[in-house]
């Protein structure tokens, strides 16, 4: 039985998916080309950097490593504009309500996040009290679908992986989830997700019944 879960942020709890892409589309456009949200959806789960290569192959422009990071810096530094906007309760549909829920039953409660922004976008919406453990970008070295950040997550609760479960948006996520023997709910039923336990379209279906 589940005695853990662990969530994946972006897409999940909040919905800043949108503001990733309006930040590497501001600078897709700056470099001459364009940044599409099909493409975008390729991203969900994928570092800051790996997005930025992917990014720059897309646009077939080369950079060095140095003005790689400059430009990654870039995107973040409009990514954080947007965030920063966020308020208390700018959370995803049944997201406050499930963490409620799981508290009061006794579930530990991880974050299993890319980002490096993670605790911010956690203490801007109000919901970093909900956390046990936060595992995220500045944790991590092997990224999604690498199994490492929801493995630490585990690990930090005390909690076989087997009784784990994890909620994600991403393929990159789910992949990694199912790589550390973990169940997995994938959010978005539509979005051709495969290899997850089951899929919903968004967490108020876990509170119907
Ligand atoms: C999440 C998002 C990705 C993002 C990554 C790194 O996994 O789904 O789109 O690139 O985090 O986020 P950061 O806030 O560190 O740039
Ligand atoms: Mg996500």
Redesign the pocket.
């Known amino acids: 039985t589940v005695k853990g879960v662990i969530f994946d ?3 999940v709890l909040v919905d800043t ?1 949108i503001f ?1 892409f309006q930040a590497w589309k501001q600078l897709a456009n700056s470099l001459g080309f364009d940044f599409t949200e099909k493409q975008n959806e390729q ?6 950097i790996r ?1 930025l290569e992917l990014i720059l192959a897309w646009g077939g422009i080369s950079k060095t490593a140095r003005e790689q990071e400059l430009l990654a810096n870039q995107k ?1 530094s409009w ?1 954080l504009d947007l965030v920063n906007k966020m308020k208390p309760g700018d959370t995803l549909p049944g997201a406050i309500e499930l963490l409620t829920c799981l508290k009061e039953n006794n579930y530990k409660i991880a974050l299993g ?5 993670a605790l911010l976008i956690l203490e801007r919406t109000g919901i970093v009290n909900f956390f046990d453990v936060i595992v995220d ?1 500045n944790t991590v070295t092997a990224s999604k679908p690498a199994p490492e950040v929801f493995l630490k997550g585990a690990k930090s609760l005390n909690i076989d992986s087997a009784k784990c479960l994890v909620l994600e948006d ?1 393929q990159a996520g789910i992949d990694a989830a199912r790589a550390a023997g973990m169940y997995v709910i994938g959010i978005g039923k539509y979005s051709g997700l495969t290899g997850a336990n089951c899929l919903i379209n968004n967490l108020n279906e876990l509170l119907e019944d």
């Open positions: 942020l972006d897409g998916a990733h991203l969900k789960g994928v570092s800051r997005s973040n990514y996040s890319a980002s490096k922004n970008g991403a």
